[in-house]
């Protein structure tokens, strides 16, 4: 069973730091892209940072060069690195894979949810100002 399980949220002044976690049950070598998304209520869930199984980088414009996000396949492990958080980043995160064995169906690109077959849960971000 494919699982993603997301940790790190919490909460944090403007202007702070937070590393985002999730742990695969698969191995994430195997994936053609894992990302980050991101929502909050009325929104549509945004994507924030992707990595794809060659370390090719793709961030939303809106992080301004704040966010880093890195895998280690030793351990299956997605990492986002937030810093410079603003109010505006508060949100529930959601990590997202594309596994190489699930990589059928269209690609809307690394930043699109449709592109990706497996979710996380959530972290919770609250960025207070």
């Known amino acids: 069973q494919v699982q993603l399980v997301e940790s790190g949220g919490g909460s944090v002044q403007a202007g702070g730091s937070l590393t985002l976690s999730c742990v695969a049950s698969f191995s994430t070598a195997y994936t053609y892209y894992m990302a980050w998304f991101r929502e909050t209520p009325g929104k549509e869930r945004e994507g924030v940072a992707a990595i794809s199984s060659a370390g090719r980088r793709v961030f939303s414009d809106s992080m301004n060069g704040r966010f880093a996000i890195s895998k280690d396949n030793a351990k299956n492990t997605l990492t986002l690195q937030m810093n410079s958080l603003k109010s505006g980043d508060t949100a529930m995160y959601y990590c997202?894979?594309?596994?190489?064995?699930?990589?059928?169906?269209?690609?809307?690109?690394?930043?699109?949810?449709?592109?990706?077959?497996?979710w996380g849960q959530g972290t919770q971000v609250t960025v207070s100002s």
């Open positions: 997202a894979a594309r596994p190489v064995y699930l990589n059928s169906g269209p690609w809307y690109g690394a930043l699109d949810l449709r592109s990706y077959r497996s």
